[in-house]
């Protein structure tokens, strides 16, 4: 039995896989966050998620990672994206939808996230269970490391919020806040950036 018990211990020992973040392998995608949006968020106070979402774009100034954009149909009620965000990235791809749901459905935005030939991929997005969650299943489909911002997605409510991250989560979604994707992003307070850069940022 003992001899079983160690053999078991010893299989197991092997059978994880710490999936970690690489600045130099990962996108971040921004995924309408747009002004007219803000309303159906009521899992985050307005002040404070309107703060999160410009810390998500930033970690991709921050980070120097290949960031792209895209909005769903922004000339009408929806709106466009925070200025503080488009102003932060006046050259990254911005795709405007005009009728996709799941952004992974446009050509033209799956055209700029393959065109990075980046493997990893942060994203958040309004609402959690459709823009972010659609867009986390089509990507992990398609072969890519996802995760998932959860300070950067907002919804109606916290049980909306929790079904999403299950589903994304059974998919092999990794669900993370900001703190702990700026850190593993960064992996050591040595690096650039490192501690002088990242403290800055998390205490905006």
Known sequence: MLRLALILMGDLAGSFTYD???KNNTVLLVVDHQVGLFQLVRDFAPDQFRQNIIAHAG?????NLPTILTTSAETGPNGPLPKEITEMFPNAPYIKRQ?????????????AVKATGKKQVVLGGIVTEVCTAFLAL???QAGYEVWANTDASGTLTPELAADANRRMENAGVHLM????IAMDLMRDWRNTPGAAEVFPFLNK
């Open 99 to 111: 009728g996709e749901v799941d952004a992974w459905d446009n050509a033209e935005f799956q055209a």
């Open 177 to 180: 806040g900001m703190f702990g």
């Open 59 to 63: 970690l991709g100034k921050l980070f």
């Open 138 to 140: 089509s990507l992990r």
């Open 20 to 22: 970690r973040l690489d």
